[in-house]
């Protein structure tokens, strides 16, 4: 399968299941080189989401570089440690993985004014996993408070990666949990994206509420990690 045939597959399941709200579709080019990313393009695909800072960052740079008229939106999707959060803030257009107040409070500090404001997702960890990112459901409230009150950061949502499952009944379990957190301060901080839904799950996210799918794979194909930069 061509990337080009990947993308139309996912886009008609996406539009199978969005019968009642609308669901953008993030192609996670991580790992993968600029010429993937050409083909997507070609498709009409324009929102990209990256995992680390400096490959990502590299990549943004050659789009900017060799095709200043297209208007593509970057997504920083991966852990971000502080000592990355300027190259961050310098080149993408969304962060989705803010979970600390540290690392907020720098990606505001360090945002250029001639992009506008950083758009930002807290990330939540769901499944309570010891090893993944993300903010415990109950200290949820407070990091909202604090992101909402940074002045270049626009706090648009949430987001979460849960841990990997089976059967598709249990796929449901952690979307329908982010959908009650996502109704639940929803109104208070005019949220309007729950980012949620990968590859193996994205349909099952889209019937929890999802309004935002990040698919690598089952666009790009089987990833190489050797080649991240
Ligand atoms: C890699 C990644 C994805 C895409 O995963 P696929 O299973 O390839 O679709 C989505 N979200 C995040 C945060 C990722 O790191």
Known sequence: MTISENLKHVRECIVKEHAKHDVSLIAVSKTFAVQHIEEAIHCGQLAFGENYAQEGAQKVQY???HFPALRLEWHFIGPLQSNKTRLVAEHFDWVQSVDRVKIATRL???RPSSLGKLNVLVEVNIDDQDTKSGVAPEQLHELLDAVSTLPNLHLRGLMCIPKPREGEEEKYVPFQKMRVLFDQYRQEYALDTLSMGMSADFVEAIRSG???????????GARNYKNHL
Do not use: D, W
């Open 63 to 65: 789009f900017r570089e």
């Open 108 to 110: 505001s500090e360090q």
């Open 210 to 220: 999802s309004t935002m799918v990040r698919v690598g794979s089952a666009i790009f």
